[in-house]
């Protein structure tokens, strides 16, 4: 039994989401603030959002609605394509997608999300940047190594 008013699954993109109601069906808003507050005004109250974790793209929208008092749960997106492989659906569009994720809402249990705070999400930030720095120190250590077991390094490459 669904404790919530209603559950709405969300497919977020670059530019717009799609939204997928379980009694109100298919919406689609900007991806912008103004987009964010035209869907909070026909949000009814007591109800779940839900979206995949999609990188950047649904990090502002949960933290908006969130910070709006929005009961919201942000889902592992290999969790949903397999639900909807287990459907064996073979339409996939934003709609569909936007309907197969309220679908998996309705089903299995959600966690609630829990926003970070502005110190959280720059250390987060900060970690990321962190991450690609070691990554990108990594390559280059195995690129001069590379170099070097071919015989005589180019002193261009290793200026570079």
């Not at 339409?91 to 936007?98: L, N, P």
């Not at 502005?118 to 190594?145: G, M, P, W």
Request: proline content about 2%; overall charge positive.
């Amino acid at each position: 039994m669904n404790k919530y008013k209603e559950t709405f699954g969300v497919d977020i993109s670059k530019d717009v989401f799609d939204v997928h109601g379980s009694k109100t069906g298919c919406h689609q808003y900007k991806n912008n603030e103004a987009g964010f507050r035209k869907y909070l005004k026909e949000l009814p109250k007591g109800s779940l959002v839900v979206m995949e974790a999609t990188g950047y793209y649904h990090y502002r929208l949960a933290q908006f609605l969130y910070k709006n008092g929005v009961i919201v749960s942000v889902v592992n997106p290999l969790s949903v394509k397999r639900f909807i492989q287990m459907k064996l659906a073979k339409v996939k569009t934003d709609k569909s997608d936007a309907k197969a994720i309220c679908e998996y809402a309705l089903i299995n249990e959600a966690s609630i999300y829990n926003a970070l705070t502005d110190v959280q999400s720059e250390c987060l930030q900060l970690f990321r940047l962190l991450d690609t720095y070691l990554k990108q120190r990594t390559a280059t250590k195995n690129k001069i190594h590379g170099e070097a077991v071919l015989g005589i390094p180019s002193k261009f490459v290793y200026r570079s």
